[in-house]
C-alpha cells in the first residue's frame, strides 16, 4: 500500500515511506448492506448488488426488503436528516447531484478521514496527563475538515471538492458549539456497533466531521451569521491494536492534506474473505503491488548500469 505526493518523508520506516498514518495496518471498513450487513465483496452471487438510498445516498441495501427494513428501524429519521442537507446542497450549488457527489467523495477519501482520525487522537493522547486513556480522547475530540464544492464534471470524483481546513477539535470548545448538534446523529447506534464489530478489543469511537460549501465563491453568503456549511458526520469503532499503534513521523493532519489534495486513495487488502477463494480487495491491490515491484525492479537495474 502506497500513496505518492505532497512532502516526501525524511525517514526511512516503511510506513512513513508509504504515506501511512502509523505503524500497523489501516483500520478500514467493507461496503456493505446497512441492514443485514452482508458485504457484496464476500459473495460469488452476481445479483448481490449494493444500492444506495436515493433520498439520503448515504446508506446502501442488498435488496428491496432489507432497505424495508432499515427504513422501518430507525433510518427514515436519519434520512429525513441528511434530505435536508441534500436539498440545501442543490439549492445554493444549482447542481442536483452535488449532495451524492459529496457521498462519493466522503466514500472515497473514507479510510484517509477514519485513520487520520485516529491518529490525531493517538497524538493527543500521548500529549495529555497520564491516565488519559484512548476512549477519553476520541469521545470528547472530532475530527473536522472543511471543503468547497467544484462545480465541475470534468473533474474526478476525488477532487470534486477543494480542501479548505483541517482540525481535530474539543467537542467543547466554544468555537464547534454550532457543530455539536450534527455529531449527535448516529452516535449511540455507532459505539453500540463497534463494541459488537470489536468485542473485547473495543478501545472507543472516533468521529470525522465534512462540512462542505456548496456556493464557496459568493461573499455575500458569508455576510449573515457564518453558518454556511452543510456537514455530514461518520462514527466508527476503534479497537485496542490501532488505539495504541505507533504514529508515522509525519503530522496526520499533514498527511491527511496530502491524501486529499492529490486524490490519493488508500488501497489496503485485510484477506479476509469468508467462505471465498477471493481476497476482500478482488485483487486489485496485488495488482497493484506487483506493478509497483515491476517499476522499482527496473529501475534498480537502470542504476546498476548506470
Known amino acids: 500500500m502506497s500513496l505518492t505526493g505532497g512532502t516526501p518523508p525524511i525517514c526511512d520506516h516503511p510506513h512513513c515511506q508509504k504515506g501511512l498514518f502509523y505503524d500497523i ?12 450487513h452482508k458485504m457484496a465483496r464476500f459473495t460469488k ?11 439520503c445516498f448515504c446508506d446502501a441495501y442488498c435488496s428491496p426488503e432489507c432497505q424495508k427494513a432499515a427504513w422501518n428501524n430507525g433510518h427514515k429519521h436519519a434520512c429525513k436528516f441528511y434530505r435536508t442537507g441534500r436539498d440545501r446542497a442543490t439549492e445554493l450549488s444549482g447542481d442536483p447531484k452535488a449532495w451524492a457527489n459529496m457521498m462519493e467523495w466522503v466514500r472515497y477519501h473514507h479510510s484517509s478521514l477514519m ?3 485516529i491518529a490525531c487522537a493517538i497524538k493527543e493522547q ?15 475530540h472530532f475530527l473536522q475538515v472543511s471543503v468547497a464544492y467544484r462545480k465541475d464534471p470534468g473533474l474526478p470524483m476525488e477532487q470534486r471538492f477543494e480542501l479548505r481546513g483541517t ?11 454550532g457543530m455539536v448538534p450534527f455529531l ?14 470489536c468485542g473485547p478489543e473495543y478501545a472507543g469511537s472516533g468521529s470525522y466531521l465534512v462540512v462542505a460549501r456548496f456556493r464557496p465563491n459568493d461573499p455575500s453568503y458569508y455576510a ?40 490519493k486513495k488508500m488501497r489496503f487488502c485485510c484477506g479476509r474473505s469468508p467462505k471465498d477463494d477471493t481476497c476482500c480487495c478482488g485483487g486489485w491491490t496485488h495488482e ?16 546498476d548500469v548506470d
Open 288 to 303: 497493484l503491488m506487483r506493478l509497483d515491484a515491476a517499476a522499482r525492479s527496473m529501475n534498480t537495474r537502470r542504476d
Open 224 to 263: 449573515g451569521s457564518g453558518q454556511d456549511g452543510i456537514p455530514f458526520v461518520k462514527h466508527f469503532g476503534v479497537d485496542r491494536d490501532h488505539a495504541r499503534a505507533k504514529l508515522a513521523c509525519r503530522p496526520p493532519l499533514g498527511q491527511l492534506q496530502a491524501n486529499i489534495a492529490f486524490g
Open 45 to 55: 452471487d452476481p445479483g448481490t448488488q449494493l444500492r444506495r438510498c436515493t433520498g
Open 25 to 36: 495496518e489501516p483500520l478500514h471498513t467493507h461496503s456493505q448492506c446497512h441492514n443485514c
Open 115 to 117: 485513520n487520520a482520525t
Open 184 to 197: 449527535q446523529v448516529g452516535l449511540l447506534g455507532a459505539i453500540e456497533m463497534g463494541k459488537m464489530e
Open 126 to 140: 500521548q500529549a495529555s496527563r497520564k491516565g488519559t486513556s484512548f476512549r477519553d480522547i476520541s469521545s470528547s
Open 167 to 177: 482540525h481535530f477539535i474539543q467537542r467543547d470548545d466554544p468555537g464547534s458549539q
